[in-house]
Nanobody, 127 residues
Framework: QVRLVESGGGLVQAGASLRLSCAASGGTFSNLFMGWFRQFPGKEREFVGAIKFGGGWQRYADLVKGRFTISRYNAENTTNLQMNSLRTEDTAVYFC????????????????????WGQGTRVTNSP
């Protein structure tokens, strides 16, 4: 059973940067395809980005492309979401997610492809 724990959320001003981290345990991290999602109040979770097993490939939602960067450190069982030039509309609860071991999600932007989820960390951006 894979367990994911996010950290790094907080209150920041618009235009600032913030880095979220996700620590994984209970599985072989390098075998996990990882994703980041966010959820606005009263809305469904939406895709932010994803990173492949070795970290050499990432994909981002259009709304965050060029501002957010996902990285992973397999030796440390962590993935990070670096968020720059934050906007008030980025205020949300951010989740990391993992697919089943060895599984490469064909539709990696869909939360249905991910089996394991963290509890989320809240990011609030003030104007």
């Amino acid at each position: 059973q894979v367990r994911l724990v996010e950290s790094g959320g907080g209150l920041v001003q618009a235009g600032a940067s913030l880095r979220l981290s996700c620590a994984a345990s209970g599985g072989t991290f390098s075998n996990l395809f990882m994703g980041w999602f966010r959820q606005f109040p009263g809305k469904e979770r939406e895709f932010v980005g994803a990173i492949k097993f070795g970290g050499g490939w990432q994909r981002y939602a259009d709304l965050v492309k060029g501002r957010f960067t996902i990285s992973r450190y397999n030796a440390e069982n962590t993935t990070n979401l670096q968020m720059n030039s934050l906007r008030t509309e980025d205020t949300a609860v951010y989740f990391c997610a993992a697919a089943s071991e060895y599984y490469y999600p064909p539709n990696n932007g869909s939360e249905q492809e991910y089996n394991y989820w963290g509890q989320g960390t809240r990011v609030t951006n003030s104007p």
